[in-house]
């Protein structure tokens, strides 16, 4: 019986050693990749991929681009979350595509005022964030932004750097999701940010505009697996109400 979503929230760790006699089914984890890119994305571009990776022989490049860490040399496959801002056309395409197909056999001028909006938003509006050039565009952009927004509101998270951050955050959340997933079924994950990406690059023949976001031990708890209780700040100190 899968656990509840609190459940799954509490019952998942960073699990640094996993079970060696227990394998886990490629199925249930691909079904948990699934859930993965069910997660929110901005602007829906959903700028990321995921390598699944069951074979011995990466397993094994892979834990040593990963610098040796038990959460990668024990576990019995690894996820790894790569982030992909450089997709943001082919993403854009895919968006306006669905929305042409939604809103069906209609002529332009039959367009409602959100069909309008949301078309404009990725012919338009996604390019004028997302097309840079040396990073030089995104810092004009940005002080114009600037500029603007000491007379009114406005997004100023425009820099070559800033769009990083936000496809990052993307795959973040969906990196979470995945690990509730497992949790969920009775798997356990570690999340590792200590690698040598240019290295993990290379072994999942990934182009340049790749980007790393991390790698993820699945496997099953070994009693040893989990490096003590759970601790956190007193909720206090991190939680304020307005």
């Avoid at 859930?35 to 397993?59: G, K, M």
């Avoid at 056309?89 to 939604?102: D, G, L, T, V």
Wanted: charged residues 25%; aromatic residues 10%; glycine residues 6%.
């Amino acid at each position: 019986m899968e656990k509840t979503v609190t459940e799954a929230i509490r019952y998942r760790r960073s699990v640094r050693v996993f079970k060696s006699d227990i394998e886990i089914a490629d199925e249930k984890v691909r079904q948990c990749i699934e859930n993965a890119v069910l997660a929110p994305t901005s602007s829906n571009l959903q700028l990321w991929e995921f390598y699944h990776i069951t074979d011995a022989d990466t397993l094994k490049k892979m834990t040593e681009a990963c610098l040796g860490q038990n959460a990668a040399k024990t576990a019995k496959q690894l996820v790894v979350i790569v982030s992909r801002k450089d997709l943001w056309r082919r993403r854009a395409k895919a968006n306006i595509e669905f929305i042409k197909e939604s809103i069906g056999p209609k002529q332009k001028s039959e367009y409602t005022r959100r069909e309008k909006f949301a078309l404009a938003y990725y012919q338009k509006v996604i390019p004028s964030i997302y097309f840079d050039f040396l990073g030089i565009l995104g810092w004009l952009r940005f002080l114009v932004f600037h500029f603007i927004g000491l007379f009114r509101p406005i997004y100023k998270q425009v820099r070559l750097s800033d769009m990083r951050i936000v496809a990052h955050k993307s795959a973040g959340l969906a990196a979470q999701n995945f690990m509730l997933g497992m949790a969920a079924i009775g798997y356990d994950t570690c999340p590792m940010e200590g690698s040598d990406t240019g290295r993990i690059k290379k072994i999942l023949h990934l182009p340049r505009g790749a980007e790393i976001t991390m790698v993820i031990g699945c496997g099953v708890r070994d009693e040893d697996g989990i490096y003590g209780s759970r601790f956190r700040v007193p909720f206090e100190t991190v939680y304020r109400k307005i």
